[in-house]
């Protein structure tokens, strides 16, 4: 089953336009996606975002025909991205970050019981059970933020994860963390988008380029 399926996707853009593109990304596999600035890879990735509507050709998510008008629609077909920049607000907790913009109510009041249960599984998930969901997100390393962003996929139950150079700000050893974390994403069946300049990463970790 693919996860996500573009078929013939165009969109334009005055100087522009992202032409004709068909791609599949399988579930359970890792995709890795090159291309020189203003190759169109920023575009295809609002497109999956839900960030541009194409003039032309379709979206498929796990089989099923899709059109997206805004971010929340594709969130909610189970497509997440983690951004080159973090979407960190690091004054506020991990629990918080990981359920920015839809927390969960019990009643009137939040429901942080739940939420801060969710979030630990999902960093358990990730093989990061020592992330303190009380801390702020401004106290971890830059690794475990990312770690942070990634959790909210997975408590999405994401079909597809688009990376967009997510190695770029790591040292080594988180990047090694990293890779060992989509690796395990991988395994679980989840599609992964993986964006990089640097091929021998592209190289040691896609199932395809």
């Known amino acids: 089953m693919n996860a996500i399926e573009l078929s013939h996707v165009t ?50 998510v796990d089989g099923q025909k899709v059109v997206f008008h805004n971010p929340v629609q594709s969130r909610e077909a189970g497509i997440a991205c983690v951004y080159q920049e973090l979407n960190i607000v690091k004054q506020l907790p991990v629990t918080d970050n990981v359920f920015m913009g839809r927390a969960v109510k019990k009643g009137l009041l939040l429901d942080y019981p739940r939420m801060h249960a969710e979030a630990e599984e999902a960093l358990k998930t990730l093989g990061h059970p020592e992330i303190n969901v009380h801390l702020e997100c401004g106290k971890l ?51 992964i988008l993986f964006v990089s300049h640097k091929l021998e990463e592209l190289f040691e970790l896609c199932d395809r380029v």
Do not use: W
């Open 11 to 60: 969109k334009h853009f005055p100087g522009f336009t992202l032409q004709d593109l068909s791609l599949t990304v399988p579930s359970g596999t890792i995709c890795g996606l090159v291309g020189e600035n203003g190759a169109g890879k920023s575009t295809l990735i609002k497109v999956l975002t839900g960030v541009h509507t194409p003039e032309e050709g379709e979206i498929y």
């Open 141 to 191: 390393g830059v690794g475990q933020q990312q770690m942070v962003e990634i959790a909210k996929a997975v408590s999405l139950d994401a079909k597809l994860i688009i990376m967009d150079e997510p190695t770029s700000s790591l040292g080594k050893e988180e990047i090694n963390q990293l890779m060992e974390t989509v690796r395990g994403l991988k395994a679980k069946g989840v599609a």
